[in-house]
């Protein structure tokens, strides 16, 4: 029995692989990558959780297949408790069928500690619940007033010292801002702009991640404090 699980792991990988890439044809807008986020992206996007002071309520927004979402697990304590959102239908087969239903998971989803959310994160009601918001929507994807209520939302979520944590591909948006035309062009210099407004104002930490396809950024905000930019290992750039 034991000598099959490598094959088994190696299947299961093969097909959220294939799956990602599936709904990456069908919906490019909403994913933003053929491939899913690599572990290394998982611990950069995932910095601030560590050594924070328990217990937290942690929201993750747009898991997929759930890369970033078997990491965060590694780092929840006894009392956290932890939400995922995802709209995707097949994502969140995935993540229900091959994720929660597993170690760590099992247990924190039986006592209610770990939730699934087929649903938007605009849909949780209430204000000021989380401690760190997890974000892998694909931003500069999005119309600039899709954007803008997505922060909305996620400063309405978040404690008043909470941490958003998302990532972007590096170049990505200047590139695309480039390349882009007519309308496209305009709608991505509108959303950079909104975006390099809140990484003057609220970013605190980045940090570049090399190994990863494509190669991206993990950036946290706190929108309670502002404070310097730092590149994720406290200096400032």
Not at 134 to 158: A, N
């Amino acid at each position: 029995m034991t000598s099959l699980r490598p094959t088994h792991v190696l299947k299961t990988g093969l097909e959220h692989r294939w799956q990602f890439l599936r709904t990456y044809i069908r919906r490019p807008n909403a994913i933003g990558s053929v491939v899913p986020s690599s572990r290394a992206l998982a611990i950069a996007v995932a910095e601030p959780m560590r050594g924070a002071p328990r217990p937290i309520r942690v929201l993750e927004v747009g898991a997929g297949t759930g890369p970033v979402t078997r990491y965060l697990g590694t780092l929840l304590s006894e009392n956290d408790r932890f939400d995922i959102c995802e709209l995707e239908p097949e994502f969140a087969n995935i993540l229900d069928r091959d994720v929660l239903s597993k170690p760590p998971f099992a247990r924190m989803v039986a006592e209610g500690r770990v939730r699934l959310l087929r649903q938007p994160a605009q849909k949780i009601e209430g204000h000021n619940l989380y401690d760190f918001i997890i974000s892998g929507l694909p931003l500069s994807s999005f119309e600039l007033e899709d954007v803008k209520k997505i922060f909305t939302v996620y400063k309405r979520l978040l404690k008043p010292d909470g941490v958003l944590s998302y990532f972007e591909y590096t170049w990505l948006r200047q590139t695309s801002r480039v390349l882009a035309l007519g309308k496209s062009r305009t709608r991505l210099r509108a959303v950079n702009a909104y975006l390099n407004r809140n990484i003057r104002e609220h970013e605190f930490a980045r940090r570049a991640v090399l190994n990863n396809f494509p190669p991206a950024h993990a950036r946290h905000m706190r929108f309670g404090t502002n404070g310097s930019a730092t590149n994720g290992n406290g200096k400032a750039h």
